[in-house]
């Protein structure tokens, strides 16, 4: 679950996973860069995806250096979306 902040209002929002799965493309890059932590980066193909946590799920970010743009944006709740990052990073060091 993420919390945001409504700068107008300080009002507080929890996201679910669901929420963020349903939300625009751009309240998605919003919720990325305001409230999920950068984990680690992976090459796929010419693309580069961006691995996020957010409290309660993990937000993939892929984005292509040639374009300069974000391709898509992936959200999932399990580990198995994370079997990509096994041989490069420890769930253990993580702390999740």
Same mark, same amino acid.
């Given at each position: 679950m993420?919390?945001?902040y ?6 507080q929002?929890m996201?679910?996973l669901?929420?963020?799965?349903k939300?625009?493309f751009e309240k998605k890059c919003?919720?990325? &860069?305001a409230?999920?932590? $950068?984990l680690?980066a992976r090459k !796929?193909?010419?693309? @580069? ?9 993990f937000?993939?970010v892929?984005?292509?250096?040639v ?9 999932f709740?399990?580990t &198995?979306g994370?079997?990509? $990052?096994?041989?490069?990073?420890? !769930?253990?060091d993580? @702390?999740?």
């Amino acid at each position: 679950m993420i919390f945001l902040y409504d700068h107008m209002s300080f009002q507080q929002f929890m996201i679910t996973l669901t929420d963020f799965q349903k939300a625009s493309f751009e309240k998605k890059c919003d919720w990325v &860069t305001a409230s999920s932590n $950068y984990l680690f980066a992976r090459k !796929l193909g010419d693309a @580069k995806v961006y691995l996020y946590h957010a409290g309660d799920f993990f937000i993939e970010v892929y984005y292509s250096p040639v374009y300069k743009k974000i391709l898509m944006i992936n959200a999932f709740g399990n580990t &198995t979306g994370l079997d990509p $990052y096994l041989d490069s990073i420890s !769930l253990r060091d993580l @702390k999740i």
